[in-house]
């Protein structure tokens, strides 16, 4: 934005609109709702987090903040809130722009066929940091790090779920979400020409073959990758990245693995994806 | 629930209510929504993931589901519902529940507001595999693993924030969310006993202290953890860890270095509370 506009009053057709996310907490409900509803619309947005926002003065300090995006851009701000608290909300509503209420919109209803009042708590993505929930995600997390890339063969019968895969098909990042996210205790293991040469899977998974589940990927998005990391090596060229693939593949199908392609697939979507494959075999 | 009620009929006075997550996508958005909705009322929910319902036939499935749950129950179900599409929405409204529909309610006015249609295009939290946010998200990733307990002193120049604090103060975690949810690289770095001797910051860090946030804890909150790890240990002992955090609180303050407390928070609220200081910093 090197070219300023000459006339220094609003500028009529500004590049982009402004979009804050309000919250009495970390704003991160606020945010992933309102990231998935504007990628739908292609449009450049400035996007301004306001988390924390849990006092009169605050709020009133965030009405400000929308008002002055509004005088400068010439447009109404969106204004993505979480704020649990009635009064909070309302002197939010109080600024210029297009409100995005979720909590208000929602919970009356819900009051409504519960047949209970909210207690207004501050909602929590989370739950508290002394809760079990919490207390399993730590734990996880801890789990999945002790087991990651094949780091130790220790405690494999306390995973819920055994990641494998030959080297960046996405093994690292799926394991830690599934431990951040949801709490599952996920080990992952990479598939090595050692392996292939063997034909045989890491001797210390075989005893849980129930629990794997493979990731692969096509070869040319893995020789991409590799190149970033180590670029015109053998690791990375073409061919080898075809011969493991072809080697993994052919050794999850030999073994009766599940798996699936992270090609164009977020953390997101493999881990969702996975917790259902997990799901299934028991209760749900 | 080993008390199987005598008559098989409808349970009149059903233990929990049954909640939905039904989304064409991961369902993150919906579960992380309904969550801190849900948290706000003082009941047990049965929670059912529906994710990737992105066809009608898998719509009508979700949508049975609900209605046998409804039928078990003796309650509405509450549904929330992330799809994206105007048909699969269609379907899933007519299951019998309380449905909670996130896009539908939100993206009618921003059409409006913002004078273009929707791409109904399915949501994504984070972005497609190939975008630019995404690979940096990984790469974000790879280098708070590799940076993380003090491993590397190495490419400190990169890091956004380096955060430091006594053993099982929360670090870890907390890098691992910054760089997950964010894509921010977090290194970390221990403080141990070591340090609090020479009364120095570990050397590697002196050249950018700028960028350094502290994690202290209450005593007694780190000796519980610690004992959960090491049951009895000097390590876990109160007095020890009395000892470690007053000299670690000294530091911080010897050093000008900024930090928070973890002892009450979650991960999310202790990452968007660094991500707050962070910005201040710089731009936003």
Redesign the interface.
């Known amino acids: 934005m090197t070219d300023a506009p000459t006339l220094p009053t609003l500028p009529m057709a500004a590049a982009h609109?402004t979009v804050f996310f309000v919250s009495d907490?970390?704003?991160?409900?606020a945010e992933?709702?309102g990231?998935?509803?504007l990628?739908?619309?292609?449009?450049r947005f400035k996007q301004?987090?306001l988390?924390?926002i849990d006092t009169l003065e605050k709020a009133y300090d965030a009405t400000r903040r929308v008002n002055e995006a509004y005088a400068i851009d010439g447009k109404?701000p969106?204004v993505f809130s979480?704020l649990?608290k009635a009064d909070l909300s309302k002197v939010i509503q109080e600024a210029k722009g297009?409100h995005?209420d979720?909590?208000q919109?929602?919970?009356e209803?819900?009051e409504k066929?519960?047949g209970?009042k909210?207690?207004?708590?501050v909602?929590?993505?989370?739950?508290?940091?002394?809760s079990e929930e919490?207390k399993n995600?730590?734990e996880a997390?801890?789990y999945s790090?002790a087991h990651?890339d094949g780091q130790s063969n220790k405690n494999l019968a306390d995973a819920d779920v055994i990641l494998v895969g030959v080297s960046r098909s996405g093994k690292?990042?799926t394991s830690?979400?599934l431990a951040?996210?949801y709490g599952i205790k996920a080990a992952n293991y990479p598939l090595i020409p050692e392996d292939f040469v063997r034909e045989k899977l890491p001797s210390g998974l075989l005893a849980y073959k129930h629990k794997i589940f493979g990731l692969t990927i096509l070869p040319e998005r893995l020789s991409e990758i590799r190149n970033e990391r180590l670029p015109g090596s053998k690791y990375a060229a073409l061919s080898n990245c075809r011969y493991e693939i072809n080697e993994a593949e052919a050794m999850m199908r030999r073994e009766g693995i599940r798996w699936m392609s992270?090609?164009?697939?977020?953390?997101?979507?493999i881990?969702?994806?996975i917790?259902?494959e997990i799901k299934t075999d028991n209760d749900?």
Chains 1, 2 share one sequence.
């Open positions: 609109r907490g970390t704003g991160i409900t992933t709702f990231h998935s509803v990628t739908q619309f292609e449009l301004i987090r988390p924390f109404l969106i979480t649990v297009l995005m979720l909590i919109t929602f919970v209803p819900l066929e519960l209970i909210s207690t207004h708590t909602g929590r993505s989370h739950n508290t940091a002394n919490y995600r730590i997390i801890n790090l990651d690292t990042p830690l979400y951040m996210q992270s090609t164009t697939k977020s953390i997101e979507e881990a969702a994806t917790l259902q749900e």
